[in-house]
């Protein structure tokens, strides 16, 4: 939601490119347009870029960067994550967000990382292609069993503190 996005230093100094230009009058439009289809959103007038952004745009054009972004940062750390079946529906409401808004821009939607990504260390941005699709295959064709066999794996483990559980169990998981 910001004029200008600079780059973040994720510890090991900033990348040699420029901080990114942000359009407030594309993204509130949009913003508004989630929050009415039901998702809960975060807005920020200050944001720093990361790797999230400068691993792959320079694979795809040169600074200075000739567009402008609207970072869209989903929680995939903290419990509960979004099922796949609910990034799907945020990415509808974001595509019927676009083409209703009424202005005569072309848009493009980028989505990075990847289950295997690194973000700290000597594999630092770094994604594991072959398994990521692998992955995302699995879950396209068993999603409920792959769910369910992860489920019942980490109810293995032994509780810290023993409680009851959505799992049904005294795992420790809610």
């Known amino acids: 939601m910001a004029e200008h996005f ?7 100094g900033p990348r040699p490119f420029p901080g990114m230009d ?10 508004r347009a989630l929050v009415r289809d039901g998702f809960d959103l975060t807005f920020c007038q200050e944001l720093e870029l990361d790797h999230g952004v400068y691993s792959w745009l320079p694979y795809l054009m040169d600074p ?6 609207l970072p869209i940062a ?10 796949p079946q609910r990034l799907r529906a945020l990415g509808e409401s974001l595509r019927r967000a ?3 808004d009424g202005a005569d821009h072309d848009v493009v939607v980028l989505a990075t990382g990847g289950m295997s990504h690194q973000i700290h ?9 072959k398994w990521d699709r692998n992955f995302l295959e ?7 069993e792959l769910i369910a066999s992860r489920w019942r ?22």
């Open 6 to 12: 600079p780059q973040a230093d994720e510890g090991y």
């Open 22 to 31: 942000g359009d407030p009058a594309f993204a509130w439009p949009l913003a």
């Open 64 to 69: 200075p960067w000739p567009l402008k972004v």
């Open 74 to 83: 989903v929680n995939m750390l903290m419990q509960p994550t979004p099922t």
């Open 98 to 100: 676009i083409l209703n």
């Open 121 to 129: 260390g000597t594999r630092f941005g770094l994604t594991n292609e």
């Open 138 to 144: 699995t879950i396209e064709s068993g999603m409920d």
């Open 153 to 174: 794996r980490s109810c293995r483990r032994p509780a810290r503190k023993p409680r009851s559980s959505a799992c049904g169990t005294r795992c420790g998981h809610r």
